[in-house]
């Protein structure tokens, strides 16, 4: 072969292309080379929001000094705003001051900043028994825990573990022990759970391969709950003016009755909870009226049970009327109103109570909180701001990040959400201090009433499940999903998982999430905080 024809063929081999392996060998340096860039404008992006965000911050804090110096107190943004130290709302935070509200360092004085990136769900929701009814966190262990009525009675226990929110096995069968299941409580001390419904109590011993065991109650359960202060369960149930309360002390099997002073259901036609203030070593139940008038099972009010004695006590009650008048200018609650969720706010020692109240010059009652300071009896009526709408309280969270009680109401308004609007008041101490629209409650026959709305403090937002609705032309009316807001300013997100409608909601201070059932699709739906 001459030089020449050598040269020729190896030029012919070349122009034949790329092996197999040169080009799978280019492809794998091809893909190296473009995650290192992606990964590098990612770390760029969030580098540059982290310290758009810190600055947010600085300037915000910068503010506040600013305004402590002139006034001697800590500001609200729109304060900030009001004195020309900010130019308009913060893009990244908000911010709460504290209690006290005044300069200085201290739980009572200072002021916290909060990040305000809008929350976000996950795709898919996690599947879970047929007919959830209600949910329960343990922090501690990082776990759901998802009640549903099942079919013919046969309810069970889906657990999730919170990490990688995937189930853990198959929901557990609490049939035998109990009969329609619709309330569910975690002991995070011990990862006992109790399971309420007809017939009692179900057990679940997580310690011991998720055994189940009965607990005897004489009413069908209405509420059930875990002391924060000492692992003692409570549990109330009743009907026709006559309730049934009792304590499980931490570690026993036993429900053991506590009397009530007189009568009054403890339960509204959405259920009951049960609210603790451990320094004060307090247990409150709302109390309903039995018929109208002056007496002390007429009226609508609180009681307390000690956690040390557990004896029940009436400390505070409303006289009530049948129905308002046009002209009536006195100072009663509609009988009956009550709802069964009450609120503690442990640092100003007040409790708050929901119920609907007659207001002079009008025949429709609004709904009203009352703040009821259980030292020395004295109360508040913080009425909800419509007149001439019928308004009804749904539930009410407290929030230890605002030091303020947030209240969910119900009005009848045809113009908004098909008929079904609503109102999300921020109240601190006895002053109504914002409010914000929203639509009324999501199913509002299905599930604990109480777990409506929950505030996520790590986040500083609030959460609602609100109905979904259309018209009769098919035209969306009302967006349902989940009403996210900031917890100081009230201000909205575009609603999470729009177009779905969730029973309850429950969340995870830990780890920042929020959980959502939907019994129409027999799923738990995720929600955290975003980077958007």
């Known amino acids: 072969m001459t030089p020449d024809h050598r040269t020729f063929s190896s030029r012919a081999r070349r122009q034949d292309g790329f092996t197999l392996i040169e080009l799978l060998v280019t492809i794998v340096i091809l893909g190296v080379l473009a995650a290192i860039v992606v990964f590098s404008v990612r770390g760029i992006g969030d580098k540059g929001r982290k310290n758009a965000v810190a600055a947010d911050a600085a300037t915000l804090r910068t503010a506040e000094e600013a305004y402590c110096a002139k006034h001697g107190r800590y500001a609200s943004i729109d304060d900030l705003i009001d004195a020309k130290l900010l130019p308009g709302e913060p893009e990244y935070n908000s911010v709460a001051v504290g209690n006290g509200n005044k300069c200085g360092r201290g739980a009572s004085s200072s002021f916290t900043l909060y990040g305000t990136s809008p929350m976000q769900g996950a795709a898919d929701g996690i599947p879970v028994g047929a007919g959830p009814v209600d949910l329960a966190v343990d922090e501690k262990a990082d776990r759901v ?22 189930p853990i096995g198959p929901p557990i069968d609490v049939s035998g022990a109990v009969s329609d299941p619709t309330r569910i409580a975690v002991d995070p001390g011990t990862g006992r759970v109790y399971v309420g419904g007809a017939g009692g109590l179900a057990v679940i011993d997580t310690a011991n391969a998720d055994r189940v065991s009965h607990i005897d109650f004489a009413a069908t359960v209405s509420a059930v709950a875990v002391s924060p202060e000492n692992g003692d369960v409570y549990v109330a149930g009743g009907t026709g003016g006559k309730s049934t309360v009792a304590y499980i ?5 036993t429900a053991t009755p506590i009397p009530l002073p007189v009568a009054g259901l403890v339960g ?6 049960f609210s603790f203030d451990t320094a004060r070593h307090a247990v409150y139940l709302a109390k309903n009226s039995v018929g109208a008038g002056e007496s002390d099972a007429a009226g609508i009010g609180l009681f307390a049970i000690s956690s040390t004695t557990h004896k029940a006590s009436l400390v505070w009650k409303f006289r009530t009327k049948t129905a308002c008048g046009s002209t009536y200018t006195g100072n009663f609650l509609a009988a009956g109103t009550a709802v ?23 025949t429709t009652a609004v709904a009203t909180t ?4 259980p030292a020395d009896g004295s109360s508040t009526a913080i009425d909800d701001p419509a007149t ?6 749904v539930t009410a969270v407290y929030s230890a990040a605002s030091g303020s009680v947030y209240v969910y109401t119900s009005t009848n308004v045809a113009e908004r ?27 509002s026959n ?16 609030v959460l609602v499940a609100q109905t979904y609705g259309t018209d009769t032309a098919g035209n969306v009316v009302a967006p349902g999903g989940v009403w996210a807001a900031d917890g100081t300013t009230l201000l909205t997100q575009d609603p999470l998982a729009e177009s779905r409608q969730f029973a309850v909601l429950a969340v995870n201070g830990r780890s920042a999430k929020a959980y959502a059932v939907d019994p129409s699709f027999a799923t738990v739906t995720v929600f955290r905080t975003g980077s958007a």
């Open 249 to 253: 002390a931490a570690g026993t099997s």
């Open 417 to 443: 959400c098909g008929g079904v609007a609503g109102r999300v008041g921020r109240i601190t101490g006895t002053t109504a201090t914002r409010q914000a629209a929203v639509c009324g409650p999501a199913l």
């Open 145 to 166: 825990y998802v009640v549903a009525s099942g079919s013919g009675g046969r309810g069970n226990v889906t657990v999730i573990d919170g990490k990688t929110d995937t």
């Open 268 to 273: 509204a036609s959405g259920g009951t909870d």
């Open 370 to 373: 009352i703040a009821i300071n």
């Open 340 to 362: 069964g969720r009450t609120v503690v706010d442990p640092h100003l020692n007040r409790v708050y109570l929901l119920a609907r109240r007659c207001v002079a010059g009008q």
């Open 446 to 461: 299905v599930g604990n009433s109480a777990h409506k709305m929950a505030v996520l403090d790590s986040s500083n937002r």
């Open 388 to 393: 001439g709408v019928a308004s009804v309280p």
